[in-house]
């Protein structure tokens, strides 16, 4: 039996070399392989060329995230919730209410300082009307004086006849007694109208130090009486938060009834027409990375269905590790080498946000175009304009004063 397999074996293996030895000789296999070669390094040869004329003037990414203004709601005085306009999911436009508090201490204050205004314009006519009064009695005083001095010159005319008399014993010695005595008399009358005459001027010039160089409206105690009523009617106009911006809302946590805080976050409003992509690239991607370069994104949420064109406006001054809540501590421990991510802002265009809405928060394909060059890297240029900005507010200080004006011209003096 061992014999048979030895035989048998010994017999195959001349054949397996001659089989070999064949394919090595069969021109069909060789040119077989010299095609598969060939078409290896075409295809070797291409991908290099596709590499080198079209890969790399690209950078993609897939860590991308749509991000976005999340404008928060918050109240800037206390009080109690008492109505709320908007729910979430809802589009509210710039200025409409959103949540309304308690206004009935905010109109007491109201009532007050509008009271007090009309108070202060009303002893700043006061005072006006004091000028005349006291420059009245000014002259007055004068006009005493002026008598006091007229009758101070006569008792010494009539004491001078006397004494001229006296030798020849016309006049007796107690009629010239009595002559001083009414010079003496005289003198202090005078003396009293003159202390009274500068007593009013001082009076006088002391009420013309609160009056002089202004008017009634413009009067310092009437001007701070008009402070507090414009602090107090916007006061009481902020019992009604409005929306800062036109959006949608989310995050509503406040529930009528609430005891709200100033500065407690009640919702968010987020206008999804002012989104942009936060695309994180990897360190060694943005050496051609420039400001300007076009960017066309592709959002899970639609898939290959849309694609968004965008351009790239900043990169960011650290990696996320540097700016994380707890940073890596590289020197401690054994290290190894992570690769950073440094966010690119990616500005998306307004029409095509409209066309198809984005979330804040979903992921985003981004490919950057790097064949332009002519960028920079970190913008230098200042801003000339507001990043964001709402009128909503503006009109406050304008009511305002209006009602200022109505409180001082009802409390003037009616012509």
């Known amino acids: 039996m061992d014999k048979n397999n030895d035989q048998a074996r010994a017999n195959t293996v001349p054949a397996a070399i001659e089989n070999e030895a064949t394919a090595r000789t069969d021109p069909r296999r060789r040119r077989g392989l010299a095609v598969l070669g060939g078409l290896l390094m075409v295809a070797a040869i291409g991908w290099g060329l596709y590499e080198w004329l ?60 509008e009271a007090a205004l009309g108070q202060a314009v009303r002893q700043a006519r006061t005072l006006y009307a004091n000028n005349g009064a006291l420059a009245a009695q000014v002259r007055l005083r004068e006009a005493d004086a002026a008598k006091a001095r007229s009758q101070l010159a006569t008792a010494q005319q009539d004491l001078a006849r006397r004494q001229g008399l006296v030798e020849g014993g016309a006049v007796s010695g107690e009629e010239l007694a009595h002559a001083r005595a009414q010079v003496t008399a005289a003198q202090s009358a ?16 002391s009420n013309q130090a609160l009056t002089d160089g202004t008017s009634i409206e413009q009067h310092p105690s009437v001007q701070v009486a008009a402070a507090r009523l414009r602090e107090a009617w916007i006061a009481a106009q902020r019992v009604t938060l409005p929306a800062p911006v036109s959006g949608y ?36 991607q943005l050496r051609h990375i420039r400001i300007g370069q076009p960017v066309s994104l592709k959002a899970d949420l639609y898939g290959g269905q849309v694609e968004y064109t965008g351009r790239v406006v900043g990169l960011g001054l650290a990696t996320g590790a540097a700016t994380a809540l707890l940073p890596a501590q590289n020197a401690t421990g054994n290290w190894i080498k992570v690769v950073q991510r440094v966010p690119v802002r990616i500005a998306l265009e307004p029409a095509q946000l409209q066309a198809h809405p984005l979330r804040v928060g979903l992921s985003m394909l981004a490919r950057v175009d790097v064949t332009d060059q002519g960028g920079a890297s970190l913008s230098d240029a200042p801003r000339s304009a507001p990043l964001a900005r709402t009128q909503v507010f503006d009109a406050l200080d304008g009511e305002a004063q209006a009602l200022v004006r109505q409180v001082i011209a009802r409390n003037l003096p009616r012509t």
């Open 54 to 113: 079209v890969l790399s003037h690209y950078e993609d990414t897939d860590n991308a995230y749509v991000q976005g203004n999340v404008v928060q709601i918050t109240p800037q005085q206390g009080g109690t919730v008492t109505a709320i306009y908007a729910d979430e999911t809802e589009h509210v436009r710039a200025g409409q209410p959103l949540i309304r508090l308690d206004a009935a201490d905010a109109n007491v204050a109201l009532a007050q300082a």
């Open 190 to 205: 005078l003396d009293a109208a003159q202390a009274a005459t500068a007593a009013a001027r001082d009076q006088l010039a």
């Open 249 to 284: 809302v989310g995050k509503r946590s406040v529930q009528l009834g609430q005891r709200v805080a100033p500065g407690a976050p009640l919702m968010t409003v987020v206008p999804l027409d002012q989104l942009w992509v936060d695309a994180n690239f990897k360190e060694n």
